[in-house]
């Protein structure tokens, strides 16, 4: 399928449909800071959300589009998000519940977004939990994105990503796969989990006020 752009307040962002026949869901994916969505977790991610019945959207920031690989930051970052989920929810997945997330920078603006984009779950691919040490400060986890998210989330980690690794709670799951961070290692893994933790769910049509 062809890609779909979509306005966004930073420019085109651009949405790649992988659709499932008879989709039960939807999961929309972003990609890391300096990569895009052909990253292997992204796929195996993909591969297993539609053998459980979801249509997957994997974005493309509006900074990856235009060519660049440096990140926007984090508010341009945000905001293009939830102008893609507008999109979408209005249009291509209308009516079906939506589990946002990606993989690590994605993941994190999966998560600060969550209330603005009515997700029903959230999935974190290789989630960047310390940030590399800069100086002779010690840096600051970002823990709080994952603990302010009170839907259920699912964390696929390589267990030994150098960012570290998150901790479980009561509606967040912890799975360790072999690999580091680019968590290409174990495909099988990756897909597996997350077909696993999509299956789970018990999930309710989208509410009416978020469809076009």
């Not at 977004?113 to 970002?142: H, I, N, S």
Request: aromatic letters at 2%; hydrophobic letters at 45%; glycine letters at 10%.
């Amino acid at each position: 399928m062809k890609p779909i752009e979509i306005d966004t307040p930073s420019g085109p962002a651009r949405a790649h449909l992988h659709a499932a026949k008879t989709p039960r869901g939807a999961v929309v994916l972003g990609h890391g800071a300096g990569g895009g969505v052909e990253a292997a977790d992204l796929v195996a991610a993909t591969e297993g959300a539609v053998e459980e019945g979801f249509t997957v959207a994997l974005i493309e920031q509006p900074y990856r589009v235009a060519g660049r690989r440096s990140p926007a930051g984090a508010k341009q970052l945000d905001a293009a998000w939830i102008a893609a989920l507008d999109h979408l929810r209005g249009d291509e997945l209308a009516d079906l519940p939506v589990i946002v997330g990606g993989r690590s920078l994605g993941a994190r603006v999966a998560c600060r977004t969550v209330e603005a984009t009515g997700a029903a779950a959230v999935l974190c691919l290789a989630f960047p939990l310390v940030p590399p040490r800069r100086g002779d400060k010690p840096p600051q986890t970002r823990l709080p994105e994952l603990e302010a998210v009170k839907l259920p989330v699912l964390v696929v980690q390589g267990e030994s990503d150098r960012f570290g690794m998150p901790p479980s709670g009561r509606r967040r799951q912890v799975v360790k796969v072999r690999g580091d961070h680019g968590l290409k290692a174990d495909n099988e893994a990756v897909a597996g989990a997350v077909a696993a933790w999509l299956a789970s769910l018990p999930l309710a049509a989208a509410p009416a006020r978020q469809r076009a």
